[in-house]
């Protein structure tokens, strides 16, 4: 989850260290700091707290050079300190080393290490690679080959950056298990987590598979795969723009995404209807006839993701007519779960690289599997290449790290997905749902506009601490998708429930400082909502409602309602997740957290 950087050029690299982490703060914003190689030696900086506080050191204390790594943290082991930051030495500051992941083994290695006569200066499992390498040079080995015998012996997950004082011509990097990106320039190469990280000086890019290992040059990058032998990997060039992760004229990332949804719905609609308005996803007839065999669905994510997948099913199986069950990654790797066969495998990741939902993909007894099918954001991402064949979200880069525009894309995918697959067994005519979704990017248009009525509604969660969400049906995923927002960037304790459960226990908690948000769409359980807002108005409970404009609910003192336009039933759930992302949005601010970077997360959970 930490964001990693590297250089090697003929110039400075400095700023390109300090723009790389800018644009990876959404992966970790706990410490910074840099190394650099400069005068026969590498210099190292680093600062506890943001990108900023780095920063600010370096236009106090300038260090430049033409090799250089950086990293951007989210602490796993050992506090958010600068000792703890990255990079860090080996013993007599020869090499520095920059890690994102979890070295699992990492204490038997530092226990023997100390017995070798090595010291620790920090509490993280990153500083027994250092320490590592250092042994390996040590008995002669040059950068890469120390480089590719200690990674022998970490087990887990690792994205590295190498350098060595003794070899400044060279930046070593090595992956496994962590996402990790070449850049390939012109006299100058890069490493990092994420291209976005490095779009400022390059749209070429390599990607490394399981356990290589790649050194880097001015003018050449060789490739090394997990056995040690000489590999060739193919350089892409990235399908957006810079200016795509620019906040633009908002103030916030967030503020951006959520207001971008209409366009970029709008825009994948259109990419994949015809002139009829028949949807088409882009799956090539080997992959369409494996949907057409399958015989039950299973869709394995983490977060939001889940939460998209709890309303897939409904969808599967009240449209494909499909058995669909769904499964949270981090509990379904560690199950004996039983696969039936014929089973299509979809794993749900913004990113690709969500580490439970990966390992669950690479566990699975695909013996049991018609495929193993992805839906994410990100064509170069490890599940896209793991799978047999993937639909892609085209959300665009997401730096919020509350998800937004990712959330909706996933469901637009996985409704499109359902049509397919109704499609491929006449279960049912879809012609309706087809013509109604010609229509969505419109009424999503028409919500943003509501953005002051909400914002307004948000000033009532001013002093609250605790928030209860209802939904029913496919909108009980959406209630849980809104309370984990509000939770996530306002630190308001929010859960959610269907609302036929509030008697069976959520109902104790319902008083006037427990605001209840409702969903409420105009489907065939509106009626059986409305006696459950009852029963909170019973208790003197203050209701949010957010319902069909022909809903016909009665506003009070304690009773607030905004009126959202008429939509297809099918299409609510996509519908009704604007106004929950605005409200969580709105409360933030009032609250006066970060909208963008909420304490204890980051964007992109690559380790366990």
């Not at 390109?16 to 590498?42: M, T």
């Not at 599940?383 to 993937?390: L, N």
């Not at 009532?460 to 049906?473: E, I, Q």
Request: with cysteine; charged share 20%.
């Amino acid at each position: 989850m930490c964001g990693i950087v590297g250089a090697i050029a003929q110039r400075n690299v400095s700023g390109i260290l300090i723009e790389g982490l800018n644009r990876l703060e959404y992966r970790g914003y706990d410490s910074a700091g840099l190394a650099l190689y400069a005068k026969e030696k590498v210099l190292r900086l680093r600062r506890a707290g943001k990108v900023a506080q780095l920063e600010k050191a370096i236009a106090e204390q300038p260090i430049s050079g033409n090799l250089g790594i950086a990293h951007t943290r989210w602490a796993t082991h050992g506090i958010p300190n600068e000792d703890n930051a990255h990079p860090h030495f080996s013993q007599d500051n020869d090499i520095a080393v920059v890690h994102n992941g979890i070295i699992t083994n990492f204490e038997p290695i530092k226990q023997s290490l100390i017995e070798t006569g090595y010291g620790f200066a920090s509490d993280t499992d990153t500083e027994v690679i250092a320490h590592l390498i250092h042994s390996f040079r040590k008995q002669g080995m040059g950068l890469r080959h120390a480089v590719q015998a200690a990674v022998v012996q970490c087990e887990g997950a690792y994205a590295l950056g190498v350098i060595d004082r003794n070899e400044p011509d060279k930046l070593i990097t090595a992956r496994k298990g962590s996402p990790l990106v070449v850049g390939v320039g012109l006299e100058e190469n890069y490493i990092a987590s994420d291209q976005l990280a490095l779009l400022q000086v390059t749209d070429r890019f390599m990607f490394l598979e399981e356990g290589d290992v790649a050194q880097l040059e001015l003018n050449r990058i060789q490739v090394w795969d997990a056995a040690g032998e000489p590999v060739e990997r193919d350089v892409v060039r990235y399908e957006h723009g810079d200016q795509s992760s620019d906040k633009g004229q908002y103030k916030h990332y967030m503020a951006k995404e959520i207001h971008e949804q209409p366009m970029v719905i709008g825009n994948i609609i259109s990419d994949r209807s015809d002139a009829q308005g028949a949807i088409h996803i882009p799956l090539n007839a080997d992959a369409l006839a494996k949907l057409q065999q399958a015989s039950q669905v299973l869709i394995i994510a983490c977060g939001t993701s889940y939460y998209a997948g709890l309303v897939a099913r409904y969808w599967i199986e009240s449209v494909a007519e499909i058995s669909c069950q769904v499964e949270i990654a981090s509990e379904f790797r560690y199950r004996k779960p039983v696969v039936a066969p014929g089973t299509l495998f979809v794993t749900l990741s913004q990113s690709g690289e969500t580490a439970d939902t990966l390992a669950a993909l690479r566990h699975v007894d695909k013996t049991k599997l018609v495929a193993a099918m992805t839906i994410c954001n990100v064509p170069s991402s490890s599940m896209v290449r793991e799978s047999d064949f993937a639909l892609l979200t085209q959300a665009g880069p997401e730096i919020g790290v509350a998800s937004t525009k990712a959330f909706t894309t996933q469901l637009l995918a996985l409704l499109q997905l359902t049509l397919t697959l109704a499609k491929t067994r006449a279960s049912q005519d879809t012609t309706s749902i087809m013509q109604a979704m010609q229509s969505l990017p419109g009424l999503l248009n028409q919500v943003v506009q509501y953005e002051d009525k909400i914002e307004q509604l948000a000033q009532r969660f001013a002093d609250k601490n605790h928030a209860l969400f209802l939904g029913r049906g496919a909108l009980y995923p959406i209630a849980m998708e809104g309370a984990l927002k509000l939770k996530e960037i306002s630190y308001i304790h929010a859960e959610a429930y269907p609302a036929g459960e509030l008697k069976h226990g959520p109902l104790a908690l319902v008083d006037a400082e427990m605001p209840v948000v409702v969903v409420a769409p105009n489907d065939d359980l509106l009626d059986k909502l409305k006696a459950n807002m009852q029963e909170v108005r019973a208790r003197g409970g203050e209701l949010f409602v957010f319902a069909d404009s022909k809903a016909t609910l009665a506003a009070d003192d304690a009773t607030h309602i905004i009126a959202l336009p008429e939509v297809h039933e099918l299409l609510a759930p996509i519908l009704y997740t604007i106004p929950l992302q605005l409200l969580s949005y709105h409360v933030a601010l009032i609250k006066g957290t970060d909208v963008d970077q909420p304490r204890n997360l980051a964007k992109s959970v690559t380790v366990e």
